[in-house]
């Protein structure tokens, strides 16, 4: 009997690796297809030169990632997100290469690939860019080999027997709004990964985590990219 539940054991414990391998499901081509493929029409062939300081208008939006054919709109940024990063643009309005700022609020008739609808209601308050931000991530629960031992209390708590994995890929562009071209990309990617016993793990505590640390990456650069495009006047 004792071998038999040894053998059990091992049989489990090689399922459960496997499954940890295989459930990961997360497509970083189809995440960026999916970011590439905006909506966007009569794009000037002789953009206008901008000059700062501009008046930018704001879009933040996220998808979650289901499958490599499926998004959908469950995790998005937080007010504490958002604040983050009307942080930035504050700290480039102090600078002199922003004279003003307004979010674009997101529309459920409208995906945030709709570049199109999101220049047309910047153009409305006379924006002179439309800085995108838009997000796909993909949010992962799964059972790692320590799982058998959540059957009890104690080898649960020293053992964790579920990871969450949240990854993030994020676009944040800077569009001119009467040329509606595109002036400057930033890209950015992250991973957070948390183990803890199945009965407290908290997907969203990886979402959190992983949306921060991201953001602060791409604003970071953007702020540096934003500087380099004409000198504050």
Avoid at 8 to 18: D, E, N, P, R, W
Avoid at 190 to 219: Q, W
């Amino acid at each position: 009997m004792g071998n038999i539940l040894k053998a059990s054991l091992v049989v489990s414990a090689m399922a459960l690796t496997f499954l940890a391998g295989c459930t990961m499901g997360y497509d970083r081509g189809a995440a960026e297809s999916r970011l590439g493929k905006v909506v966007i029409d009569d794009v000037s062939s002789k953009p206008n030169t901008i000059k700062t300081p501009l008046k930018v208008a704001l879009f933040a939006d996220m998808e979650t990632m289901i499958s490599p054919e499926e998004f959908v709109e469950t995790w998005d940024w937080s007010a504490g997100d958002k604040k983050l990063i009307v942080s930035y643009l504050e700290n480039l309005e102090e600078l002199g290469y922003i004279s003003d700022y307004f979010i674009v609020p997101d529309n459920p008739g409208f995906s945030m690939q709709d570049i199109n609808y999101m220049i047309n209601e910047a153009r409305k308050k006379d924006a002179d860019v439309l800085i995108s931000l838009r997000g796909i991530i993909k949010v992962n629960r799964y059972f790692n080999p320590a799982a058998i031992l959540d059957l009890t209390i104690l080898g649960a708590c020293l053992f964790p027997g579920s990871n969450c994995d949240a990854l993030l890929l994020v676009n944040m562009d800077m569009w001119n709004v009467k040329g509606k071209d595109c002036i400057l990309t930033v890209n950015g990617e992250g991973i957070k990964r948390i183990s803890e016993p199945t009965f407290l793990l908290e997907p969203e505590d990886a979402v959190i985590s992983v949306r921060r640390d991201t953001l602060r990456k791409v604003l970071s650069e953007f702020k540096k990219r934003c500087r380099e495009i004409k000198p504050a006047k």
